[in-house]
């Protein structure tokens, strides 16, 4: 069956055709056609949970699957490694239709409120049933968490059908695509003969010239511009450019929490991430901004975003058109890929050869703060305190972990928040930062879709116990699928700051007291588990974990934390 798929001409770019070998035809299920054209795709496993058509046919094909414990986090790792592998690779996922469809949504809605590019192959009920109650019909319950939602009707539409999806994918604001495919259909025979499939490339749109000029003219004139850089700049490998843009202008950069890791922050001009806590650098900054450059960000309005203030001359460039003034009133926007906007910035600026601003202070600055805001909160990332500070715990990772080699991401809550202001995101891609929907769990399923997508990395994640206990099972997948990653699990027993919001509940009937042990968990499961409670020990325990992960077996250290209300930018 893989020999029925062939390529054409090396020079006609991404154009195969699906041909019988044998002499009067072969014919070919539906599953088999799929599996062919994912193959020819340059896939490398399919992730899911529990059964699809596709497992088999896809394996014939030397194409692995990767199976979780649920289908949530079977999309989890999907988006971790959308978010995390080299430019063009699909993530592709893969679930049961009826209750693994349904099971699925959560995961879905969180990709596309991260705008993960995913390949979501659901199988579908029985052509015919599929709209009968109760059965779940999928392209038609995912529509409004999903850019392209269809059903798949005919066999012999397959493979048009695939090149829409995948060319939805590869381009356009990044978003799940959802490609639903009745199981009858995967089992019906096909003799695909003269089938032709094109391969869909990747388009780089870039702004009008004029408007570009326009748009540098502004940031050049502008006393305090500050660049807002968001998660397209990952989406279209721009750091370099951004770099460079930078440092041609000596403009400040901070980054969205889904851009994290897009500019590094361990350069002179990185100001942080604009979240809800924050360094002192990003409220500085923004505060004496007069224009602010949103590049590659949707400017979504969200409780995990810092704001931006009315005063501001709103500049945005953004791959989708739907973004501009979706949330803030724009001076002006451009519909361009980040990378492509970038170059035509540079060369605006080298080519008319102006006279720049002189902003040599600005690093000087930035230093500064820097410096005032992390000798202010020293003396909790290296508290002593007894059960251990949360913080302690951020810096003992911060010291164990190489930022260069390493993929790091965060839980929902106050581990996003105590988090994300003082670790360092020096490459592209090495943190998986989200902060629009926040579902509680997502973090282990982002760690092993990075894992998968960078093996020789290390990946750490860090939760507290409610966001583990929403996954926790799927810790076993990480040690079945050989994706050793380092788990954190802070315990304090709490659902950390929800008393705030019900009092009473929590008063009277303790509605926000948790509790466990969690580090057996992780070895009854296969891995290696430790528990922490005292800070001195802190340090060695992360270092055997990351010792055992290089080994090869999955790490979960379990810390013994107190709660902590302070957080940057809202202390």
Not at 62 to 87: C, F, H, L, M, Q
Not at 292 to 302: I, K, N
Not at 537 to 562: C, D, F, M
Request: net charge neutral; with cysteine.
């Amino acid at each position: 069956m893989n020999e029925s798929i062939r390529r054409v001409d090396a020079s006609v770019a991404g154009r195969l055709m699906i041909s019988p070998v044998k002499a009067g035809g072969q014919t070919m299920s539906g599953a088999q056609i799929v599996a062919s054209i994912l193959k020819l795709e340059g896939v490398k496993q399919i992730i899911g949970f529990p059964n699809s058509e596709l497992f088999d046919a896809c394996a014939a094909l030397d194409i692995p699957p990767v199976i979780a414990r649920t289908p949530r986090v079977a999309v989890n790792i999907a988006e971790g490694y959308a978010r995390t592998v080299a430019d063009g690779e699909l993530a592709v996922v893969t679930v049961q239709y009826g209750p693994g469809a349904e099971s699925a949504f959560g995961g879905i809605a969180q990709a596309f409120n991260d705008r993960a590019p995913i390949l979501f192959l659901p199988t579908g009920y029985p052509r015919g049933s599929e709209a009968v109650p109760p059965n779940f019909h999928a392209s038609r319950n995912f529509r409004h968490v999903t850019k392209w939602s269809e059903t798949a009707g005919r066999i012999e539409h397959l493979p048009k059908l695939m090149h829409s999806a995948i060319s939805r994918v590869r381009n356009g604001r990044p978003a799940p695509v959802l490609l639903e495919l009745p199981v009858d259909l995967l089992a019906e025979k096909f003799d695909p003969t003269n089938e032709v499939y094109q391969r869909p490339r990747r388009s780089a749109p870039q702004g009008d010239a004029g408007e570009i000029a326009e748009l540098v003219k502004t940031l050049l004139a502008a006393k305090n511009p500050v660049v807002f850089a968001g998660q397209g700049v990952l989406a279209a490998s721009a750091t370099k450019e951004l770099v460079e843009f930078a440092e041609l202008l000596r403009i400040p950069v901070m980054t969205t929490p889904n851009g994290k890791s897009g500019f590094p922050e361990n350069h002179p001009l990185a100001l942080g991430t604009a979240g809800r806590a924050r360094p002192a650098t990003v409220d500085h900054f923004m505060d004496k901004a007069d224009v602010v450059l949103a590049l590659g960000t949707s400017l979504t309005r969200s409780y995990y975003i810092l704001p931006i203030a009315k005063d501001k001359v709103l500049l945005q460039v953004t791959v989708d058109a739907g973004d501009l003034g979706k949330d803030y009133l724009i001076a002006q926007g451009v519909v361009s890929d980040a990378r492509s906007a970038l170059r035509q910035m540079i060369a605006y600026v080298n080519q008319q050869k102006h006279v720049l601003v002189d902003r040599a202070d600005v690093m000087n600055e930035i230093r500064s703060i820097r410096s005032a805001f992390r000798e202010r909160w020293m003396p909790l990332l290296t508290a002593d305190s007894e059960p251990i500070s949360p913080y302690r715990v951020v810096w003992e990772i911060m010291q164990a972990v190489d930022p260069s080699n390493s993929v790091v991401t965060h839980d929902a809550g106050n581990p996003r928040d105590q988090f994300s202001p003082f670790y360092e995101a020096v490459v592209p891609g090495s943190y998986i930062g989200w902060g629009k929907t926040t579902q509680l769990g997502s973090g282990l399923g982002f760690a092993l879709g990075a894992k998968l997508a960078r093996p020789n990395a290390t990946v750490v994640n860090l939760m507290g116990e409610s966001a583990f206990g929403m996954v926790a099972i799927d810790f076993e997948t990480a040690i079945r699928c050989h994706l050793p990653i380092l788990t954190v699990v802070l315990r304090n027993n709490v659902l950390g700051g929800y008393a705030a919001s019900m009092p009473i509940a929590s008063r009277k009937y303790g509605a926000n007291r948790m509790s466990g042990a969690y580090a057996p968990i992780a070895e009854a499961l296969g891995g290696y588990g430790e528990c922490v409670s005292l800070p001195q020990n802190l340090r060695p325990a992360l270092l055997r974990g990351l010792e055992r992960v290089g080994k090869g077996q999955a790490a979960l250290i379990e810390v013994v934390t107190h709660e902590e209300p302070r957080l940057p930018g809202l202390s």
